[in-house]
Structures are given as structure tokens and as C-alpha cells.
């Protein structure tokens, strides 16, 4: 497939510049959006990381697709990280006509585990909102046990020292990893030990719960929030299942339009090698007449 693709910068921040790429294909009428939102449990990852069949698949369905970047933690605080995505919002918001060719109000956002969960706190944080959201393998809670105590599936693999964490990680900010880093060994440091909210926030989970409100989406669903759906697969060894299934049912408490899509027998990732399982072919199938329903 042809298509175009340009790199703005749409903040700078701390000095740190914070880049979008923006896929498109010729087209003189104005397309919808989707924001494409990287996943990397805040700490790695990079806009380049969305899956090029998955692009395709959003090009073909009518649709330009932005790809953000934001800050990382833990150099930068998670309160930060989440007015990067709302910044870039705004960005598309201005801009999307004029520069990207795109109609902002016809957005929907997309991301995968920690790009899920920040795809499930663009559903109320963004202005105006989003006409509808994916979240691949996402979480609304984000002081529940399975991150804020020491991880048994993790606790497996050899024990990292608080010491080779901290020097995987740096104190500048920066939104993109360089390309040699061992920054994963900082998340397992985190995982072993359920260092995970205190250390992207800089808030006691067991001390100041209530601090975390801000940064749970299960905490801000309302009639208003965006329709939804949820993909995750039931053998998930990093972002438990039940946080999908207790955020689908938050939705219906509200009357929100969303479903869950359980993958059979899936982990975490089990989108990364296409479609040829025909349940992960389902699930797309699904995805795109989502979209076309409320991109329309």
C-alpha cells in the first residue's frame, strides 16, 4: 500500500521534543482520525511500534492514523505523561483540518496495554471526547494487587537489584528510548516488587489510594464516556484479564456502549502475529465495523 508519512512535532517539553506521525493516503475529502497511542507500561515503547497490517487495516477502513509519542516514566510523573496525550489532542484538534487532512470530529483512539489504558483515560480526559475507543489488553485500575504487589508470574524470572533498575533509567525526559537501553529491566524491577504505581506517580498506593483516582478509568466512567471495546485475551500473563472483564462491566453499570472481546487462550501481544488465528481475524472484523459505525 502507498501512503503518506510525516513526522510533527507537536510539544516540546523539559526541553524534550514530542513527535506524531501521521498516515494518510490521498484524499480530497477529509478522513476520519484514528490517535494510535504505543504501549511499553509508560516506561518504553515508541510511536513506530503500531503494527504495519494494523495500519493498513485503518488506512483501508477510511481512516488516517496519528501516532503519538509522550513522555516516559519514571523520569517523567504519569500525571505528565497523561497531559502529553491530552496535548496531542488538542494538537489534532487544531490542526487536523489544515495539516493532517483529518476531520477531528470523527476521531476514534486505539492503543495497546499501556496504550490501552491511556486509550481507556482519553475517554474522559480528552476534549472533546472520542467518538470511540479500542483497547487492546488495557487497565482502568492501576493500584489493583496484580501492580501495586510483588507479581508471582514475575517473581519467576531471575530477581533484578533495585540498583540495575534505576541505571536502566536516566533523569532527563525523554519521549523516545535510545536505541540500546535495557529500560524492560526497570518494569520487571517494578513487577517483582509492586513498585509500579509509586514509581510512575510518586504516590503511596497503600497510603494516599485516593491520589490515584485521577489516573484510574474505572474511577471516571459516566453516561458521557465514549463507546468502547475491549480485546483481551484470557491467558494474559501481564495485564490480567479481569481488568477488561471489571471495566466492561463498570460500562454497563453506566449504560455505555462497549464490548469485550475475549481472545480464547490468548496472552499479551496476541494480535502481533495478524490474522491467521481465526479468532484474532473475528476480532478485527469486529473492530473495523465498529469504527465505520461511529466514524460514519
Same mark, same amino acid.
Given at each position: 500500500?502507498?501512503?503518506?508519512?510525516?513526522?510533527?512535532?507537536f510539544?516540546?517539553?523539559?526541553?524534550?521534543e514530542?513527535?506524531?506521525?501521521i498516515?494518510?493516503?490521498?484524499?480530497? /475529502?477529509?478522513?476520519? &482520525?484514528?490517535?494510535?497511542?504505543? =504501549? !511499553?507500561?509508560?516506561?518504553?515503547g515508541?510511536?513506530?511500534?503500531? #503494527? @504495519?497490517?494494523?495500519?493498513?487495516?485503518?488506512?483501508n477502513?477510511?481512516?488516517?492514523?496519528v501516532?503519538?509519542d509522550?513522555r516516559?516514566?519514571?523520569?517523567?510523573?504519569?500525571?505528565?505523561?497523561?497531559?502529553?496525550i491530552?496535548d496531542?489532542n488538542?494538537?489534532?484538534?487544531?490542526?487536523?483540518?489544515?495539516?493532517?487532512k483529518?476531520?477531528? /470530529?470523527?476521531?476514534? &483512539?486505539?492503543?495497546?496495554?499501556? =496504550? !490501552?489504558y491511556l486509550?481507556?483515560?482519553a475517554?474522559?480526559?480528552? #476534549? @472533546?471526547?472520542?467518538?470511540?475507543?479500542?483497547s487492546?489488553?488495557?487497565?482502568?485500575?492501576?493500584?489493583?494487587?496484580?501492580?501495586?504487589?510483588?507479581?508471582?508470574?514475575?517473581?519467576?524470572?531471575?530477581?533484578?537489584?533495585?540498583?540495575?533498575?534505576?541505571?536502566?533509567?536516566?533523569?532527563t525526559?525523554?519521549?523516545?528510548?535510545?536505541?540500546?537501553n535495557?529500560?524492560?529491566?526497570?518494569?520487571?524491577?517494578?513487577?517483582?516488587?509492586?513498585?509500579?504505581p509509586k514509581?510512575v506517580?510518586g504516590?503511596?498506593?497503600?497510603?494516599e489510594?485516593?491520589?490515584?483516582?485521577?489516573?484510574?478509568?474505572?474511577?471516571?466512567?459516566?453516561r458521557d464516556y465514549?463507546?468502547?471495546?475491549l480485546?483481551?485475551?484470557?491467558?494474559?500473563?501481564d495485564?490480567?484479564?479481569?481488568?477488561?472483564?471489571?471495566?466492561?462491566?463498570?460500562?454497563a453499570?453506566f449504560?455505555?456502549?462497549h464490548?469485550?472481546i475475549?481472545?480464547?487462550?490468548?496472552?499479551?501481544?496476541f494480535?502481533?502475529?495478524?490474522t491467521?488465528?481465526?479468532?484474532?481475524?473475528?476480532?478485527?472484523?469486529?473492530?473495523l465495523?465498529?469504527?465505520?459505525?461511529h466514524?460514519?
Open positions: 500500500m502507498i501512503f503518506d508519512k510525516r513526522t510533527h512535532t510539544k516540546i517539553a523539559e526541553n524534550c514530542i513527535n506524531a506521525d498516515y494518510g493516503l490521498p484524499s480530497e /475529502k477529509l478522513r476520519p &482520525v484514528v490517535i494510535w497511542i504505543h =504501549g !511499553g507500561a509508560l516506561i518504553t515508541h510511536r513506530s511500534g503500531i #503494527n @504495519p497490517y494494523q495500519l493498513e487495516m485503518y488506512l477502513a477510511g481512516c488516517n492514523v501516532s503519538i509522550y516516559l516514566a519514571p523520569e517523567t510523573n504519569i500525571k505528565y505523561i497523561i497531559e502529553d491530552k496531542a488538542s494538537w489534532v484538534q487544531e490542526k487536523g483540518v489544515d495539516l493532517l483529518i476531520d477531528p /470530529k470523527r476521531m476514534a &483512539v486505539i492503543g495497546h496495554s499501556a =496504550g !490501552g486509550t481507556l483515560m475517554g474522559f480526559c480528552f #476534549n @472533546p471526547r472520542p467518538k470511540a475507543l479500542v487492546f489488553y488495557g487497565y482502568g485500575d492501576i493500584i489493583a494487587d496484580w501492580y501495586s504487589r510483588p507479581d508471582p508470574f514475575y517473581r519467576q524470572q531471575p530477581l533484578v537489584s533495585e540498583e540495575t533498575a534505576w541505571s536502566a533509567v536516566g533523569n525526559a525523554i519521549s523516545e528510548p535510545p536505541e540500546q535495557n529500560r524492560g529491566a526497570f518494569y520487571l524491577y517494578c513487577r517483582q516488587n509492586g513498585l509500579w514509581l506517580s504516590y503511596d498506593p497503600d497510603i489510594p485516593g491520589k490515584f483516582n485521577q489516573f484510574c478509568p474505572i474511577r471516571n466512567i459516566s465514549p463507546p468502547t471495546l480485546l483481551h485475551g484470557d491467558k494474559d500473563t495485564v490480567p484479564y479481569q481488568q477488561s472483564v471489571a471495566m466492561a462491566q463498570e460500562l453499570r449504560g455505555v456502549e464490548e469485550l475475549t481472545i480464547k487462550d490468548g496472552g499479551h501481544g494480535d502481533g502475529a495478524g491467521k488465528d481465526p479468532f484474532v481475524a473475528e476480532a478485527f472484523a469486529k473492530i465495523s465498529f469504527l465505520k459505525r466514524l460514519a
